[in-house]
Antibody, heavy 120, light 107 residues
Framework: EVQLVESGGGLVQPGGSLRLSCADS????????MHWVRQAPGKGLVWVSR????????TYAESVEGRFTISRDNAKNTLYLQMNSLRVEDTAVYYC?????????????WGQGTLVTVSS | DVQMTQSPSSLSASVGDRVTITCRAS??????LNWYQQKLGTAPKLLIY???SLQSGVPSRFSGSGSGTDFTLTINSLQPEDSATYYC?????????FGQGTRVEIK
């Protein structure tokens, strides 16, 4: 069974940095594209970033482009999200998500989420 | 970005009712439409992919239909454990985008 476990969330001041991690157990991490999706308190789901299998291709939402960096270490089965220049509006639960291979590439496995709070 | 619009935003129904949620895309996305269920305080869970394919382990009372720009999620014989927020998502264009969600409450 797929299990994705995020860590690294917490309280940070505006302008600060955090690095989120997502550790996989139970599936072939290196065979899947991986994504980050966030959810502000009481709001809907918003896609943040994605990375291909070997880490050579990354894509970002406009709202985080230039501030966030997604990366992966396939040897450690771990996905990362480096978040710099954080803003109040980045406050959200961040989910690590696996992209499935079933035709339309749905998000078929989600971590439990880690809360990032940006506040002074 | 492709805008996904769900309706209704919320609904209340009784156990055993048939519930229908619609999702409309601002551009044609063929069958690249997925549905998720999110219960309070938990991560989303994939229900339906490719508009009409049931994810493994999901009860058969859930079904999806549609193509192009208009899609439907149907819950036949609503159960108490179906109380949740449901999201549609398109995976045809980058960035992938979600609908605003439909909250389903049990009367």
């Amino acid at each position: 069974e797929v299990q994705l476990v995020e860590s690294g969330g917490g309280l940070v001041q505006p302008g600060g940095s955090l690095r989120l991690s997502c550790a996989d157990s139970g599936f072939t991490f290196s065979s899947h594209w991986m994504h980050w999706v966030r959810q502000a308190p009481g709001k809907g789901l918003v896609w943040v970033s994605r990375i291909n299998i070997d880490g050579t291709t990354t894509t970002y939402a406009e709202s985080v482009e230039g501030r966030f960096t997604i990366s992966r270490d396939n040897a450690k089965n771990t996905l990362y999200l480096q978040m710099n220049s954080l803003r109040v509006e980045d406050t959200a639960v961040y989910y690590c998500v696996r992209r499935g291979g079933s035709g339309t590439f749905p998000f078929d496995s989600w971590g439990q989420g880690t809360l990032v709070t940006v506040s002074s | 970005d492709v805008q996904m619009t769900q309706s209704p935003s919320s609904l209340s129904a009784s156990v055993g009712d048939r519930v229908t949620i619609t999702c409309r895309a601002s551009q044609i996305i063929t069958h690249y439409l997925n549905w998720y269920q999110q219960k309070l305080g938990t991560a989303p869970k994939l229900l339906i992919y490719a508009a009409a394919s049931l994810q493994s382990g999901v009860p058969s009372r859930f079904s999806g239909s549609g193509s192009g720009t208009d899609f439907t999620l149907t819950i036949n014989s609503l159960q108490p454990e179906d109380s949740a927020t449901y999201y549609c998502q398109q995976s045809y264009y980058t960035p992938p985008t979600f609908g605003q969600g439909t909250r389903v409450e049990i009367k």
